[in-house]
C-alpha cells in the first residue's frame, strides 16, 4: 500500500499536466487565430496622423475625419471587418505600426527605403511641393534648398528624402504640416516642403495669406495604405475592399468629396503610368500573396483541433451575419423608406387614374356636344379637338410611369432580401434578367439609343439564387455599356432553351470595339481588365464567372476585334424540369 500510493499520486498530476497543456494549446490557437484575421474577433485598429487635412485629421468635435477615413470606412463596410481609428502624432503612429500597437497605417508615402520593412497597398497619388513667405526668392528643384532652412513634417517622406541627400543639419521640424506652415508663416524658416493639397487646404484653412507655393510638383509619389509583414493578409482584404470601391464608384465619389475641389489642370501622362503602376504592380504582388498564404492556412487549419474548426466555422458564420447587416443597414432602411414612402402615393395614382379615365371618357361626350352648339373652344389654352386625343394618352403614360414605379420598388425590395449561402431554388432565368435590366436601365439608356431585349417564352427553371444570377447579368450588360464607343451601337439580351445541351443560355450582345483574340483567355482572370485606365479592377467578370460556377454552369465569350462582343450565361436545366 505503501508503495502504490506514491504511483497513483505521480499519474494524477500527469493527468493534470496533460489537461492544463491542451487547454493552454487550445487557447493559444484561438489567439493565434485573432492575429491573423483582425476584424472579426476584433476591431481593426487603424493608425493616422491627427493634423494632414484633407487625408486624415481630429475635426472640431476631435472625431476622425478626411478622405483616408471615408475610405477605410467604406473598405471596412464592405469587407465586413470592424475598424477603430488612433489618429496622433505622425512619428507616434509609425512608430506605434513598428510595435504592433496598430494593425495598419491608412495614409502612408512608399518608398523603396520603407518597402524592406513594410507592405503598401497605394491607392492615390500625392505631389510635393515647396512654400514660402511672399518675397522670398524663388527656388525649383529639392537641390536648391542647399544650405537653406527648411521646415519638414518629423517622420515624414520629405524628411527622410532631405535627410538622405544631407540636407539634416539645415531642417527644421514640425510634429504635422500644419504647425510646419504656421511657422513658415511666423518668420521661422525660409522654406517648407509639404504635399500640395495638404498645403492648399492648411493655407486656406488658417488664413495664411502671406504663403505661396513656389514649386508645385518636386516630387510624385504614392500614397495609401502600410502594414507590417506578419499583417500582409489584412493588406491583402483592405486592397480586394479597394478593388470593390473602385468597381461600384465609391472610391471616386470620396475622392471628388475631399480632394476633387483642390485639385486644378490636367493630369500628366507620367502620372497617370505612376498611378497605373502603383494600382497593377501591389494587386498583383498580394495576389500572389494571398494564395500563399490561403495554402498555409489550409494546412494550418488541418491541424487544428476539433474545437477550434468549430470555432473557425463560428466564426464564418459571424462574419456572413456582420456583412448581411451591414448591407441591410444601408439598403434595408432604404427600401423600407422607398416602400413605405412611395408606394402609398403611388397607390393613390393607381387608384386613381382608372376612375379619372372615365370621367374623362364622360365629360368628352358633354363636351363633344358643347363644340357642336357653341363651335371650337379650349382647354388650358389648346384647342378642345387635340386635348380631346391627348388627354386618354396622358393618362395612359401616368398609368404606366405609376406601374413602373411600383416594379422598380418591389425590384429594390427583392434585391434586400436576406441571401443565404445554401439558398437556392427553381428561379426563371428570364424573370432575373427582366429585374436586372429594369435595376441598370439608366445606364443602359446613357450609353446607346439601341437595346433590345428577347425572352423565350416558357424557359425551363434552374436551380440557382436569383440575386446571384441578377448579379451576372448586372455585370453583362453594364460591361457591354462601356465597351461601346457612341450612342448608335446597340446591345441586345437574349434567353433561350438549349434542349440538346439540357442548358438555359442568356446572352448579351454588345456592338463595340470588342476584344483581341489573345485577351479572350484571360477575360475571367482576377484583376484582368482591358480598362485599367478607365478605373477598371478586372473584378466583375471573375465574380461572374465563379456565381456560374456555384450554379453548375459556365461563361463563354466570343468576339470580333471592332464589331461586337457575345457574353453567355449557360446554366443547367433543373432535373425537376427534365424530367417533366
Given at each position: 500500500m505503501?508503495r502504490?500510493?506514491?504511483?497513483?499520486?505521480?499519474?494524477?498530476?500527469?493527468?493534470?499536466l496533460?489537461?492544463?497543456?491542451l487547454?493552454?494549446?487550445?487557447?493559444?490557437?484561438?489567439?493565434?487565430?485573432?492575429?491573423?484575421?483582425?476584424?472579426?474577433?476584433?476591431?481593426?485598429?487603424?493608425?493616422?496622423?491627427?493634423?494632414y487635412?484633407?487625408?486624415?485629421?481630429?475635426?472640431?468635435?476631435?472625431?476622425?475625419a478626411?478622405?483616408?477615413?471615408?475610405?477605410?470606412?467604406?473598405?471596412?463596410?464592405?469587407?465586413g471587418?470592424?475598424?477603430?481609428?488612433?489618429?496622433?502624432?505622425?512619428?507616434?503612429?509609425?512608430?506605434?505600426?513598428?510595435?504592433?500597437?496598430?494593425d495598419?497605417?491608412?495614409?502612408?508615402?512608399?518608398?523603396d527605403?520603407?518597402?524592406?520593412?513594410?507592405?503598401?497597398?497605394?491607392?492615390?497619388?500625392?505631389?510635393?511641393?515647396?512654400?514660402?513667405?511672399?518675397?522670398?526668392?524663388p527656388?525649383?528643384?529639392?537641390?536648391?534648398?542647399?544650405?537653406?532652412?527648411?521646415?519638414?513634417?518629423?517622420?515624414?517622406?520629405m524628411?527622410?528624402?532631405?535627410?538622405?541627400?544631407g540636407?539634416?543639419?539645415?531642417l527644421?521640424?514640425?510634429?504635422?504640416?500644419?504647425?510646419?506652415?504656421?511657422?513658415?508663416a511666423?518668420?521661422?524658416?525660409?522654406?517648407?516642403?509639404?504635399?500640395?493639397?495638404?498645403?492648399?487646404y492648411?493655407?486656406?484653412?488658417?488664413?495664411l495669406?502671406?504663403?505661396?507655393?513656389?514649386?508645385?510638383?518636386?516630387?510624385?509619389?504614392?500614397y495609401?495604405?502600410?502594414?507590417?509583414?506578419?499583417?500582409?493578409?489584412?493588406?491583402?482584404?483592405?486592397?480586394?475592399?479597394?478593388?470593390?470601391?473602385?468597381?461600384?464608384?465609391?472610391?471616386?465619389?470620396?475622392?471628388?468629396?475631399?480632394?476633387?475641389?483642390?485639385?486644378?489642370?490636367?493630369?500628366?501622362?507620367?502620372?497617370?503610368?505612376?498611378?497605373v503602376?502603383?494600382?497593377?504592380?501591389?494587386?498583383?504582388?498580394?495576389?500572389?500573396?494571398a494564395?500563399?498564404?490561403?495554402?498555409?492556412?489550409?494546412?494550418?487549419?488541418?491541424?487544428?483541433?476539433?474545437s477550434?474548426?468549430?470555432?473557425?466555422?463560428?466564426?464564418?458564420?459571424?462574419?456572413r451575419?456582420?456583412?448581411?447587416?451591414?448591407?441591410?443597414?444601408?439598403?434595408?432602411?432604404?427600401?423600407?423608406?422607398?416602400?413605405?414612402?412611395i408606394?402609398?402615393p403611388?397607390?393613390?395614382?393607381l387608384l386613381?387614374?382608372?376612375?379619372?379615365?372615365?370621367?374623362?371618357?364622360?365629360?368628352?361626350?358633354?363636351?363633344?356636344?358643347?363644340?357642336?352648339?357653341?363651335?371650337?373652344?379650349t382647354?388650358?389654352?389648346?384647342a378642345y379637338?387635340?386635348?380631346?386625343?391627348?388627354?386618354?394618352?396622358?393618362?395612359?403614360?401616368?398609368?404606366e410611369?405609376?406601374?413602373r414605379?411600383?416594379?422598380?420598388?418591389?425590384?429594390?425590395?427583392?434585391?434586400?432580401?436576406?441571401?443565404?449561402?445554401?439558398?437556392?431554388?427553381?428561379?426563371?432565368?428570364?424573370?432575373?434578367?427582366?429585374?436586372?435590366?429594369?435595376?441598370?436601365?439608366?445606364?443602359?439608356?446613357?450609353?446607346?439609343?439601341?437595346?433590345?431585349?428577347?425572352?423565350?417564352?416558357?424557359?425551363?427553371?434552374?436551380?440557382?439564387?436569383?440575386?446571384?444570377?441578377e448579379?451576372?447579368?448586372?455585370n453583362?450588360?453594364?460591361?457591354?455599356c462601356?465597351?461601346?464607343?457612341?450612342?448608335?451601337?446597340?446591345?441586345?439580351?437574349?434567353?433561350?432553351?438549349?434542349?440538346?445541351?439540357?442548358?438555359?443560355?442568356?446572352?448579351?450582345?454588345?456592338?463595340g470595339?470588342?476584344?483581341?483574340?489573345e485577351?479572350?483567355?484571360?477575360?475571367?482572370?482576377?484583376?484582368?481588365?482591358?480598362?485599367?485606365?478607365?478605373?477598371?479592377?478586372?473584378?466583375?467578370?471573375?465574380?461572374?464567372a465563379?456565381?456560374?460556377?456555384?450554379?453548375?454552369?459556365?461563361?463563354?465569350?466570343e468576339?470580333?476585334?471592332?464589331?461586337?462582343?457575345?457574353?453567355?450565361?449557360?446554366?443547367?436545366?433543373?432535373?425537376?424540369?427534365s424530367?417533366?
Amino acid at each position: 500500500m505503501t508503495r502504490r500510493t506514491p504511483r497513483l499520486f505521480l499519474w494524477a498530476w500527469v493527468l493534470l499536466l496533460s489537461c492544463v497543456a491542451l487547454d493552454a494549446a487550445q487557447a493559444a490557437a484561438v489567439e493565434d487565430l485573432a492575429r491573423v484575421i483582425p476584424g472579426i474577433l476584433r476591431p481593426v485598429r487603424v493608425g493616422g496622423d491627427r493634423d494632414y487635412p484633407p487625408y486624415e485629421f481630429l475635426d472640431k468635435d476631435g472625431k476622425p475625419a478626411g478622405f483616408n477615413v471615408d475610405l477605410t470606412r467604406a473598405v471596412a463596410e464592405v469587407m465586413g471587418m470592424q475598424v477603430e481609428f488612433r489618429l496622433g502624432a505622425w512619428a507616434g503612429e509609425r512608430q506605434a505600426l513598428m510595435d504592433g500597437d496598430i494593425d495598419i497605417l491608412e495614409g502612408m508615402t512608399y518608398s523603396d527605403e520603407r518597402a524592406q520593412y513594410l507592405d503598401f497597398a497605394p491607392h492615390t497619388i500625392v505631389n510635393h511641393a515647396i512654400f514660402a513667405r511672399r518675397g522670398t526668392p524663388p527656388v525649383a528643384t529639392l537641390d536648391d534648398l542647399a544650405g537653406k532652412k527648411v521646415i519638414v513634417h518629423r517622420s515624414g517622406y520629405m524628411h527622410d528624402v532631405l535627410a538622405a541627400r544631407g540636407f539634416e543639419p539645415d531642417l527644421v521640424f514640425s510634429d504635422t504640416p500644419a504647425d510646419g506652415l504656421r511657422l513658415l508663416a511666423s518668420g521661422k524658416g525660409e522654406y517648407a516642403v509639404v504635399a500640395m493639397l495638404p498645403g492648399i487646404y492648411i493655407i486656406r484653412e488658417n488664413k495664411l495669406d502671406n504663403i505661396l507655393p513656389v514649386a508645385r510638383s518636386v516630387a510624385t509619389v504614392r500614397y495609401g495604405y502600410a502594414v507590417t509583414p506578419k499583417n500582409e493578409a489584412l493588406l491583402a482584404r483592405f486592397s480586394e475592399g479597394l478593388a470593390i470601391l473602385r468597381e461600384t464608384g465609391r472610391y471616386q465619389a470620396i475622392h471628388d468629396k475631399w480632394l476633387g475641389v483642390l485639385e486644378s489642370g490636367k493630369v500628366r501622362w507620367d502620372t497617370i503610368g505612376l498611378y497605373v503602376g502603383a494600382v497593377v504592380t501591389p494587386l498583383l504582388a498580394l495576389l500572389g500573396g494571398a494564395m500563399l498564404w490561403t495554402h498555409f492556412l489550409r494546412k494550418q487549419v488541418a491541424q487544428r483541433t476539433r474545437s477550434l474548426t468549430e470555432a473557425l466555422e463560428e466564426l464564418s458564420r459571424n462574419q456572413r451575419q456582420l456583412v448581411q447587416a451591414d448591407k441591410m443597414a444601408a439598403l434595408g432602411i432604404l427600401v423600407s423608406g422607398v416602400a413605405h414612402e412611395i408606394n402609398n402615393p403611388n397607390g393613390l395614382i393607381l387608384l386613381n387614374i382608372p376612375i379619372l379615365r372615365k370621367v374623362q371618357a364622360d365629360v368628352s361626350r358633354l363636351l363633344d356636344g358643347l363644340r357642336e352648339r357653341e363651335g371650337e373652344f379650349t382647354l388650358g389654352g389648346i384647342a378642345y379637338v387635340r386635348m380631346r386625343q391627348e388627354i386618354p394618352k396622358m393618362l395612359e403614360e401616368m398609368q404606366e410611369g405609376a406601374l413602373r414605379i411600383k416594379r422598380i420598388v418591389n425590384d429594390l425590395k427583392d434585391f434586400a432580401r436576406r441571401e443565404e449561402g445554401a439558398g437556392k431554388a427553381l428561379i426563371d432565368v428570364g424573370d432575373a434578367s427582366r429585374k436586372a435590366v429594369r435595376l441598370v436601365e439608366a445606364t443602359i439608356r446613357k450609353h446607346t439609343d439601341h437595346f433590345t431585349a428577347d425572352y423565350e417564352e416558357d424557359l425551363p427553371l434552374v436551380w440557382g439564387n436569383s440575386q446571384r444570377i441578377e448579379q451576372v447579368v448586372v455585370n453583362l450588360v453594364l460591361n457591354a455599356c462601356q465597351a461601346l464607343p457612341d450612342k448608335s451601337r446597340g446591345i441586345a439580351v437574349t434567353t433561350r432553351h438549349d434542349a440538346a445541351r439540357g442548358l438555359v443560355v442568356l446572352c448579351v450582345r454588345d456592338e463595340g470595339s470588342g476584344i483581341a483574340p489573345e485577351h479572350l483567355p484571360h477575360l475571367t482572370d482576377p484583376f484582368f481588365t482591358t480598362k485599367r485606365d478607365a478605373g477598371g479592377t478586372g473584378l466583375g467578370l471573375s465574380v461572374s464567372a465563379g456565381i456560374a460556377k456555384e450554379h453548375g454552369g459556365a461563361l463563354v465569350f466570343e468576339s470580333s476585334p471592332g464589331q461586337f462582343t457575345l457574353a453567355c450565361l449557360e446554366l443547367p436545366v433543373a432535373k425537376e424540369e427534365s424530367a417533366a
